[in-house]
């Protein structure tokens, strides 16, 4: 393994993991100049900050990208996605680790897709600037973030289901942060 050379196998192989039929399609997409890259190529350095940036953004594998050797995409990994994962605590949401998921169970969204966990419940939240509509949603009202009903009412106001009190206030009293699009219960 010679990290110091290599460039040019290097960088075929990162443009086919992209799908990419030139290295000005690459340039392009990495936000370099043509002459930038193909400075790399002639002094063969090895582009190790693409290789690494292409894994990442394309699931291909390192070794592969690196060196031409294995399977270009590793199968389980192609397969799966890593979600950003949080867990609502008093009103807070707290970073916990990612889940990793099949892409054939996700559900349909049209933004990032973030997991939060609020006890035995787990919601898949789409974040995405979207107008509001009925359903459930994950707000910050009073400065606590919760996941709730929500139901439009005329005059650009909301009904937040609370439980047994429901709250109407304006729109622009609670901001709304993602829409819930799956729900997953666990029994014991």
């Known amino acids: 393994m010679n990290l110091e050379t290599g460039a040019r196998p290097a960088i075929e192989r990162i443009c086919e993991a992209y799908g990419f039929t030139s290295r000005l399609q690459l340039a392009n997409h990495l936000g370099i ?31 592969w990208l690196s060196f031409g050797e294995g399977n270009s995409f590793n199968n389980v990994e192609a397969d799966t996605v890593r979600i950003p994962s949080f867990k609502l605590s008093e009103g807070e949401l707290i970073n916990t680790s990612s889940i990793i998921f099949d892409k054939v169970m996700l559900p349909q969204h049209f933004g990032a897709l973030n997991v ?71 029994r014991e």
Not at 49 to 62: F, H, K, M, Q, Y
Not at 117 to 130: A, E, L, P, R, S
Not at 154 to 178: F, N, Q, V
């Open 33 to 63: 100049s043509n002459g930038s890259l193909g400075n790399r190529i002639i002094r063969d350095n090895f582009p190790a900050d693409i290789v690494l940036r292409c894994a990442l953004e394309t699931g291909a594998s390192i070794q």
């Open 116 to 186: 939060i966990k609020d006890g035995q419940v787990t919601y898949f939240v789409d974040i995405c600037d979207q107008p509001i509509k009925d359903g459930k949603w994950l707000i910050e009202f009073t400065g606590n973030h919760s996941i709730r009903d929500l139901m439009l009412l005329p005059g650009d106001k909301i009904r937040i289901d609370t439980g047994k009190y429901p709250i109407d206030c304006e729109l622009a009293d609670m901001r709304s942060i993602g829409k819930v699009v799956a729900t997953y219960l666990v």
